[in-house]
């Protein structure tokens, strides 16, 4: 019944910027975070990005400093602003809604994915 669903991603050359958007059916606040995840070609799915109810944002370290998590709490909604895109950032992005509380307890829950290319 939780949705989570993100868009925007795209193609972009490198250097580029490109901001995602995540839209959740429940209130930010009803759930320990929302965070960004991302998948490359040939490897393991990976932490990006995640902000908490309170506010706090946390990055992984291979997007400090290019990668902006922010929040419109008013529309259940979470974004990722990436700039200064490398080639290596080329990968589907999922938005995940972490320990939402639902009617049978905790529950974690993903979106579809958007796809991000960068190259030349």
């Known amino acids: 019944q939780v949705h989570v669903v993100e868009s925007g991603g795209g193609l972009v050359r490198p250097g580029g910027s490109l901001r995602l958007s995540c839209a959740a059916s429940v209130s930010i606040f009803s759930m320990n975070f929302m965070g960004w995840f991302r998948q490359a070609p040939g490897k393991e799915r990976e932490f990006v990005a995640l902000i908490t109810s309170s506010g706090n944002g946390n990055y992984a370290d291979s997007v400090k400093g290019r990668f902006t998590i922010s929040r419109d709490n008013d529309k259940n909604m979470v974004f990722l602003q990436m700039n200064s895109l490398k080639p290596e950032d080329t990968a589907v992005y999922y938005c995940?809604?972490?320990?939402?509380?639902?009617?049978?307890?905790?529950?974690?829950?993903w979106g579809q994915g958007t796809p991000v290319t960068v190259s030349s």
């Open positions: 995940k809604a972490v320990g939402v509380v639902t009617s049978t307890g905790r529950q974690d829950y």
